[in-house]
């Protein structure tokens, strides 16, 4: 299996403007990785394949007898499952797909808690020539709809709980032909709904020795997550195969990843961290991962963490804050003793954190940068280098970054600016889906910009400043104000509703809102409480507000653009700033 052909540079940016992008400079960086791509297993023909590299490879090498995954289910089960065993499942479920008739570049939500069929079938789907959707499982039936409906999604894989969660929604996405229902070891004892299928009797009657893995080539769509923006509902990003060749190697260089590696990573592949370093990097890799079905818990984590003999981990700050608040105890009730480099991505790691972490794991913690956009990290404090404790790291090898000013231009060290990155990486997103304006609007003169404000000190390191525009990170999740404004309006007590990140010290922000009411309803704390419930189901207890105020008058620009940067002032008794675009009363 050679390496033919790699990423040339008219496909990374297929979808961008010329006259936006200097091809010039973006083609130098792209060059670069060229002994990536010719590390790569291609496949016979010149094909590139995420799931042939992350899971067949290993067989093909000889290694399917090493564990692949050590599931650990919320009610205590264990399952073991080698590379041997993945892949046959994915090629079953590859199977699967091909019998249902799913077709290259088909969109296939999974909506599901952590359990191995979930990376099963995410892995059978992209063998199958599919685009995995995953989508968060916390959601409630807005979200969910709004993703399937935009990416006009053909097939979905739930559980029956979060079936049920949702139900209400399929009458209105003509799109999913065929909802696979996977019922972990019999956890539900009732009926499928009609027209549901089962996930284990298609697994029973499929074969996974007919199946061969599609030839994708690099440039076939893979992954696509939604993120979201300040305006508008959030937005597909769309990745390619050949992003594979950045989550491979910023998992070996950046998470340091070794063959031998035990590798737990707390993120749900509901966002991009769960699947770019919850399945694609460590998989390329070749370790032994721990997919952990409960949510957080110190002594739960600490207890993986002994039990398994996790070597390397890669979490969030707010984690490792309610890590710190539950204290020592915890940490001397355990050994960890083999642990050997901690990660952590999403939000700013704060140096207190760096200094716990010294103290208590006996190891920094090391913070590194990247979005969903970027589909694997571009800059990060790296395992052979001193950590600079709230740094976020130096780029990683074949990536530029800067900071700019208004004009494009790189401002002083240690000014703020715009973050942006010269375009041309291997896992940069293809297309927001259907949204190519959009796209375009991120590119410019040149450079990718990337929505956060940060500075570059004198040795080159990234300090991140906070974001450029009103999208609010609370526990390491992205929150589109105009998403929970949407679902707030649709109560009927609900004139306007504006969003806002409120500073928290645990999540770095919760969500806020703001709203104005209709006649005939008054400001009562049990509206209050109402409005809370009603957008908790709507959306989940993660995105809806976790406060709401009642104010007389929205502040509205002239052009009737709800002014949050104002009712943020407001909140944190900041001056105003400029409100002479504001609307009269
Ligand atoms: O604002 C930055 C913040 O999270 C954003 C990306 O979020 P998302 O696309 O959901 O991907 C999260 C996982 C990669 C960034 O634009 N962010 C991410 N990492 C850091 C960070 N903020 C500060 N420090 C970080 N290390």
Not at 333 to 339: G, P, R
Request: aromatic content about 12%; glycine content about 10%; hydrophobic content about 40%.
């Amino acid at each position: 299996m050679e390496y033919q052909e790699i990423a040339k540079p008219s496909g990374p940016y297929k979808n961008v403007d010329p006259n936006l992008v200097d091809y010039a400079a973006s083609r130098a960086d792209f060059d670069w990785w060229r002994d990536a791509f010719a590390k790569m297993d291609w496949l016979p023909g010149g094909g590139l394949n995420n799931a042939y590299e992350a899971v067949d490879r290993h067989v093909d090498h000889g290694h399917g007898d090493k564990l692949a995954m050590i599931w650990v289910g919320k009610n205590g089960e264990e399952e073991r499952y080698t590379y041997s065993d993945f892949k046959e499942r994915s090629d079953r479920f590859g199977a699967v797909m091909k019998g249902l008739g799913i077709e290259r570049g088909d969109r296939v939500f999974i909506f599901m808690d952590r359990l191995p069929e979930l990376y099963f079938a995410a892995m059978g789907i992209l063998k199958a020539g599919g685009v995995i959707a995953p989508l968060f499982s916390a959601f409630g039936p807005e979200p969910v709809k709004d993703r399937i409906e935009d990416a006009e999604g053909r097939f979905v894989i739930t559980s029956p709980e979060l079936k049920a969660k949702i139900s209400g929604i399929f009458k209105d996405l003509p799109s999913v032909e065929k909802i696979i229902i996977v019922n972990k070891n019999g956890r539900s004892t009732e009926p499928l709904d009609d027209g549901d299928l089962d996930y284990d009797e298609l697994m029973a009657n499929a074969s996974s020795d007919d199946f061969t893995i599609e030839n994708t080539s690099q440039y076939d769509f893979s992954i696509m997550h939604y993120t979201s923006g300040s305006t508008g509902k959030p937005k597909g990003v769309l990745h390619r195969h050949q992003a594979v060749v950045q989550q491979w190697l910023t998992g070996h260089w950046a998470l340091d990843l070794k063959f031998d590696d035990i590798y737990f990573c707390t993120a749900d592949p509901g966002w991009v961290t769960g699947t770019s370093y919850g399945m694609m990097a460590p998989w390329t890799n070749g370790v032994t991962q721990i997919i952990y079905e409960g949510g957080f818990g110190a002594n739960a984590w600490y207890d993986v963490i002994d039990k398994y003999k996790v070597t390397v981990w890669y979490t969030a700050p707010t984690a490792i804050r309610l890590l710190m608040r539950a204290g020592s105890k915890p940490v001397e009730e355990h050994s960890l003793e083999t642990l050997r480099f901690i990660g952590s991505v999403g939000e700013p790691l704060n140096p207190e954190a760096v200094v716990w972490g010294n103290e208590h794991y006996k190891m920094p913690i090391h913070d590194n940068w990247w979005q969903t956009e970027t589909g694997a990290i571009m800059c990060a404090n790296y395992a052979s280098m001193p950590v600079r404790p709230g740094s976020m790291g130096r780029p990683f090898p074949g990536i530029t970054m800067a900071v700019i000013d208004d004009n494009y231009e790189p401002v002083a060290l240690g000014e703020a600016g715009a973050l942006a990155v010269r375009p041309g990486w291997p896992s940069m997103m293809y297309a927001y889906w259907k949204k190519d304006e959009m796209y375009n609007s991120r590119f410019k003169k040149g450079w990718y910009i990337t929505g956060d404000q940060a500075s570059l000190d004198e040795d080159g390191f990234f300090w991140f400043q906070g974001r450029a525009d009103d999208v609010i990170n609370t526990a390491g999740h992205l929150v589109g104000p105009f998403e929970v404004e949407s679902a707030l309006i649709e109560h009927p007590a609900v004139a306007e509703a504006g969003v806002i990140g409120k500073p928290d010290p645990i999540a770095m922000e919760v969500v806020k809102a703001f709203v104005t009411l209709t006649p005939d309803h008054e400001p009562t704390p049990q509206l209050q409480r109402e409005l809370i419930r009603f957008s908790r189901d709507k959306l989940s207890a993660g995105v809806a507000p976790r406060e709401i105020d009642f104010i007389d008058v929205m502040p509205k620009t002239r052009s009737g653009k709800i002014m949050r940067r104002l009712l943020k002032a407001r909140e944190l008794g900041l001056p105003e700033g400029d409100t002479s675009t504001l609307e009269d009363d």
